[in-house]
């Protein structure tokens, strides 16, 4: 990306664990949160498999259904335009982040940094609550989705099953509830190498299933004709549009460079490297296939088109498999976007005096994060409907996050010249992410409208 660098000093910084969201070196004003969940001893390597975690979910698995929305051309240039300017975004986000910890004010947080770019107000009133938010639906489409993977292999085996839906997402919760035990953000960098294998490997699955049933009878007749007229074809524009958006969403990419060691100059961007390798492989060959398969009849996670009815379209043994991959990537992508959540309730309830792994501090972190998942567990047997969710998402927090807010921060902290090129280009992809975000949230919630009347507390779907 064509992007002004910062100017960095050299500097001999304090162990990275010290150092505060605004420069302080004792580990006494170093809230616990920021000490214990967001530990800065990993590699560009470790930030590559966390990005690669928080970017590529299975949630890709719509992307066959919003191309569905948008046709060929549309879907294709709505997808690869997306790539290009998350890539382009967090880089931007990354050299932000740079530049402060070179002036010895290192940003843990992203509400740390809309406090220090934006005011105080903006980042406990807004940006603060908008990232949590957004973080923790996206734990619930999670839970939600693994939920839904397991019961499909359930059906797989027993397909006069009596098991439903809510049963499946308590099993998903109670294994993520033990997980989300492991302490700190860096801790999970093993699990996200694997998680990196598992993106590769379902997606392969995936793509390799729907060229098959799309190359015989056994799909339905291919038909890429655009569904709707007039203004639901619109809605469903935007609707797609909104989707593609939260499929590339990040959302806490400060925490993730909270997680590196000093020196940090130069790391984020390798790591960046790494994911986007991922996400382009994966995204374009799951969009497409999936779409070339199945055209206008694609399900809002492509998986669904792998079954007619009770009848499955490939070897029990493949969709168990990929089925089986797809459970495991969920789970380690939950943990990710757990993380702010951690940060907040350690901040509350953990002693920064004390050891991590404390009496003191292992019981209530035991105690808060079993709750914060009991509670997901809840919302997504209460309100299964991924699609809906996955939009409302993508208008209400992944669009400000990914696309407007770093750009707003770029051009406040390096106040490039109004006659530049990175200027303009940054403000248009601004104002036009906030008028996307608008629209698609009222498509959004329009569909949920809509929709409202198959709506079902707790519905086995």
């Not at 890709?60 to 259904?65: A, C, E, I, M, T």
């Not at 010249?417 to 940054?426: D, E, H, Q, T």
Request: glycine share 8%; charged share 10%.
């Amino acid at each position: 990306m064509a992007t002004v660098a910062p100017t960095s000093r050299s500097l001999s910084p304090p162990d990275a664990n010290m150092i505060t969201p605004t420069g302080a070196t004792s580990p006494k004003k170093l809230d616990a949160g920021a000490l214990f969940v967001l530990k800065s001893r990993g590699s560009w390597v470790h930030c590559g498999y966390h990005l690669t975690t928080a970017i590529v979910a299975p949630a890709l698995l719509s992307l066959p259904f919003a191309l569905a929305l948008l046709g060929w051309e549309g879907g294709v240039v709505v997808l690869t335009l997306a790539a290009i300017i998350t890539f382009y975004s967090y880089n931007l986000l990354s050299l932000v982040l740079e530049h402060h910890a070179a002036l010895g004010k290192r940003q843990l947080r992203f509400r740390d940094m809309a406090h220090d770019i934006l005011g105080p107000g903006w980042g406990r009133y807004y940006v603060g609550p908008l990232q949590l938010g957004t973080c923790y639906g996206a734990v619930i489409a999670c839970t939600l989705l693994g939920g839904q993977s397991l019961k499909f292999i359930y059906l797989l085996a027993r397909p006069d099953g009596s098991m439903q839906l809510s049963h499946f997402i308590v099993i998903f919760g109670i294994f993520t509830l033990i997980l989300a035990q492991i302490p700190s953000f860096h801790s999970l960098r093993h699990i996200n190498l694997v998680s990196l294998i598992l993106c590769f490997a379902y997606c392969a699955c995936t793509t390799a299933g729907a060229i098959y049933i799309g190359d015989t009878n056994k799909g339905p007749p291919k038909n890429y004709s655009l569904s709707g007229t007039g203004v639901n074809r619109i809605f469903g524009f935007f609707n797609a549009i909104s989707i593609i958006c939260t499929t590339y969403g990040n959302g806490i990419i400060p925490e993730i460079q909270a997680t590196i060691a000093e020196p940090v100059k130069g790391k984020m961007f390798k790591g960046l490297l790494v994911c986007y390798t991922v996400v382009i492989s994966c995204y374009f060959s799951v969009g497409i296939s999936g779409y070339w398969a199945f055209g206008n009849q694609v399900e809002s996670s492509v998986l669904q088109n792998f079954m007619v009815g009770s009848n499955p379209l490939l070897p029990k043994w493949f969709l168990l498999m990929t089925n089986g991959f797809t459970v495991l990537q969920v789970a380690a992508t939950s943990l990710v976007y757990l993380q702010p959540s951690n940060v907040v309730l350690e901040r509350k309830f953990a002693n920064p005096e004390k050891g991590q792994l404390s009496l003191r501090n292992f019981v209530p972190r035991l105690i808060t994060r079993s709750l914060s998942v009991i509670i997901a567990t809840t919302f997504a047997a209460m309100l299964p409907f991924f699609g809906d969710i996955m939009a409302l998402f993508g208008a209400f927090g992944c669009i400000p996050l990914d696309f407007i807010l770093p750009m707003v921060f770029y051009n406040l902290t390096f106040k490039p010249s109004k006659k530049g090129l990175i200027f303009w280009m940054n403000t248009v992809i601004g104002v036009a992410s906030t008028g996307l975000s608008l629209i698609g949230a009222v498509a959004s919630v329009r569909q949920i409208i809509l929709d409202a009347r198959t709506y079902r507390l707790f519905a086995n779907i």
